[in-house]
């Protein structure tokens, strides 16, 4: 058998070291802020403003599928 060693005590006591050193552990805190969502502006009143409105022919005005006729939209 050897002798002892007492410089050699400490190779078995690392788990509790480890368990010292989670004990010191910091706790921070961040706060996550939303990123704002860019929207859009509206368009100046000086810009010229143009409506185009198309005919369709009186066949196309009606549905394919239940012959109603059909209406504008925005109107």
Known sequence: LKPYDESQGDLFNEAECE???????????????KKKRGKRKPLPKTLPREV??????????QCTCCQHNLHKIGE
């Open 19 to 33: 368990a010292a050193k989670e004990e010191e552990v910091e706790v921070v805190t961040t706060t996550i802020t």
């Open 52 to 61: 185009i409105e198309l005919d369709l022919n009186d066949d196309e005005k």
